[in-house]
């Protein structure tokens, strides 16, 4: 049961590098979404695409890109990696947007930028 | 716009004791679903609760129990009889339909160590 499958788990950049974050789940969810996780922070959304096709920004787009290629992938993209955003990132999806069930959770990726 | 405040950042508690973890939320959304998440050492999140705002019976799974109060815009954690096993940072989430979709709002967590 793989559920959401989060590629790579660990990589360091280096400042100016790009770098795409790699989300699939096979649960057939609708909604997936891309979180930061910074310590004393909590998650804080980044974007999310609610449905195949369409993609929005959450609280803290800037820098960021995403790419939903499919019902199943859902892509973060940095162009640009600044050590701000060192963080661990977690992909999640729902079943659809508004159902309310839980998210379920990739085990993340830490992601250092030096 | 949606707040969660999870006001004690650590707590520390030998095992068997009782150990509560506050929440409180404020939203101007008369739906809304409050959730618990449990991230332990391993990192990943494991979806512990989901609770809407029309049900406010508290709810209990073995040594876990929710208390959800409207009143106080609350919904808190109790542990009972914690075990090492425990030791996690506990996410309190709300979520609201804000149009597109319903997004989910994390509190800032709360790191709870039980030692022996």
């Known amino acids: 049961n793989a559920g959401v499958t989060q590629t790579p788990k660990f990589q360091v950049l280096k400042t100016g590098q790009s770098m795409t974050l790699q989300c699939a789940q096979d649960?057939?969810?609708?909604?997936m979404y891309w979180y930061r996780q910074d310590p004393g922070m909590g998650l804080r959304l980044i974007y999310y695409?609610?449905?195949?096709?369409?993609?929005d920004k959450g609280e803290v787009p800037n820098g960021y890109n995403v790419s939903r290629l499919n019902k199943r992938e859902f892509s973060l993209r940095l162009e640009s990696a600044a050590p701000s955003q060192t963080s661990v990132y977690f992909c999640?999806?729902?079943?659809?947007?508004?159902?309310?069930?839980?998210?379920?959770f990739g085990d993340g990726t830490r992601l250092s930028i030096l | 716009a949606q707040k969660v405040t999870q006001a004690q950042t650590e707590i520390s508690v030998v095992e068997k004791e009782d150990v509560t973890l506050d929440c409180v939320y404020e939203?101007?959304?008369?739906?809304?679903?409050l959730f618990w998440y449990k991230q332990p050492p391993s990192g990943e999140l494991v979806f512990l609760i989901r609770?809407?705002?029309?049900?406010?019976q508290n709810e209990i799974s073995g040594r876990y129990s929710w208390n959800f109060q409207k009143s106080t815009s609350s919904f808190n954690f109790t542990i009972t009889a914690s075990q090492v096993v425990d030791s996690a940072v506990y996410f309190c989430?709300?979520?609201?339909?804000?149009?597109?979709?319903?997004?989910?709002?994390f509190g800032t967590g709360t790191r709870l160590q039980v030692t022996l």
């Open positions: 939203t101007r959304d008369t739906t809304y679903y």
């Open positions: 999640a999806s729902r079943f659809d947007r508004y159902s309310n069930q839980p998210q379920h």
């Open positions: 989430a709300l979520s609201v339909n804000t149009g597109t979709a319903s997004k989910l709002t």
């Open positions: 649960m057939n969810h609708n909604s």
């Open positions: 609770r809407n705002s029309f049900d406010e």
């Open positions: 695409s609610a449905s195949e096709g369409t993609t």
